[in-house]
Structure formats: C-alpha cells, structure tokens
C-alpha cells in the first residue's frame, strides 16, 4: 500500500503553531477570568462584608444599650459595680491608723524618762503625727524620747526600715504644772511616718523600739498613763 504526504512540512508546522497560539490564549482567558473574579470577591467582602458586620455591631451594641437603660437606677448600679471592682485596690490604700497607738507605745521611754501625751493628731496628706504632751524629768526626759523615735524600726511581710523619714521636729517648749500639781515640762513635736508603716496592704507589720519593745496588728499594748490631762502653765515669775 502506498501512501502520499499531501500536506506539506510548512503546512503541518503552521497547524502546530496554531494549535499551540490557541491554548495559550485559552490558558490566558482562564487566567483572567479567575483573577476578575478573585477581585470581585474581594470588592464584595470589603465594601458589603464589612459594611454588614459593621452594622451588625452596632445593632448588638444597641440592643444591649437598650437593655440597660430598660433597667431602673441603671446609673446606681453601674457606679456600685465599678466601686465594688476597685474595692481590693482602695483596700490596699488604706490606711491603718489605729497602728499609731501601737507606735506611741514603743517610743515612750520609760521611767523615769516617762511623757504623758495630751493631745495626739495625725495628718494622712502629709503622714505627720503631731504630740503634745509633759514629762516630769523635764529635757531629760524630752530628749530620751526624741532618740526613742529616730532608733525605732518596723518589720512586715515584705520588707523593713525606719519608723520616721525625717528628723523629729522639736515645738514650743514651757514649764508647768499637772494635774497634781508637780513640775513638768511641756512640749510639742512632729515626726513623719514612713508610708509602709500605716498602710493596710503591709501584712504582719511589727513596730520595734530601741529597748526591742514591739507591737503587732494582733496585740497593741496601750497603757492607760500613757494618756493624761495638759498641765497648766506657771506663773511667768515661777518660770
């Protein structure tokens, strides 16, 4: 059998090339078509995807605003709720200044270098505790407690350190007389309390003197002469 080539080399090599041009093109169409439609998806989710769950927010938001104000007293309650959520932080601010009758403890000196106290303030802002009080050993016994306070330390859970972060700042000073009619010196002075000292957050606090007198939060030893009436001044011709 004999067969015959009527299609020339050139011609068979055009059909070829065609062949080839022609899936290219196709490739290319798809190509397009995938990526128009990658940028349509796209131009979907951001200008209606958004824009749908934008809106949704803002309904959920409503809707619970809405609830809250359907409540009675809803202003009361959201303030008490935002007070009770700062209660445990307010708590470590706290001071506790029933400690300052532990501390006058251990600083009094003992006799015969014993003060009476007449009048005992504190001020928070300034962390100053302010006395005036007498003492029968006159400067003697003034001095004693002045040195008492500047050797007293503290101790607690987390650390320790000086009662005072100042020196102790000496007043008006008078001669007069007490309530039994002695001789005594009156004075006034102030001494600032270290911050840790007072604040209630300071667990196990221990108050420590000179002597090792101490007082705790459990045990505050407070005696009852600490305490006593302001003497009289004398006469200017008896001073």
């Known amino acids: 059998m004999i067969e015959i080539n009527l299609i020339p080399d050139v011609k068979r090599e055009l059909l070829k090339a065609q062949k080839i041009r022609n899936l290219i093109i196709s490739i290319s169409i798809l190509a397009s078509l995938v990526a128009a439609g990658v940028v349509v998806l796209l131009a979907v989710t951001v200008y209606v995807g958004q824009v749908l769950a934008s809106q949704m927010a803002d309904n959920s938001i409503n809707d619970e605003f809405n609830k809250f104000k359907s409540h009675q007293n809803v202003s009361q309650v959201l303030t008490i709720q935002d007070q009770l959520n700062n209660l445990a932080q307010l708590d470590s601010q706290r001071y506790t200044v029933s400690r300052i009758f532990g501390i006058l403890d251990v600083i009094s000196p003992s006799n015969p270098n014993q003060i009476t106290v007449s009048e005992l303030r504190y001020d928070k802002a300034t962390r100053t ?107 200017k011709e008896n001073q």
């Open 129 to 235: 505790v302010s006395i005036e009080g007498q003492a029968a050993n006159g400067f003697v016994a003034l001095e004693a407690f002045q040195k008492t306070i500047t050797s007293t330390t503290y101790e607690y859970a987390h650390g320790k350190g000086n009662l005072i972060t100042s020196p102790v700042v000496v007043g008006e000073q008078s001669m007069g007389q007490d309530s039994g009619g002695n001789l005594v010196l009156r004075f006034s002075l102030s001494f600032t309390i270290d911050e840790n000292v007072l604040l209630s957050s300071s667990k196990s606090m221990k108050i420590i003197g000179p002597n090792e007198q101490n007082a705790t939060d459990s045990h505050l030893q407070i005696p009852d002469d600490i305490f006593g009436a302001k003497a009289t001044d004398l006469p």
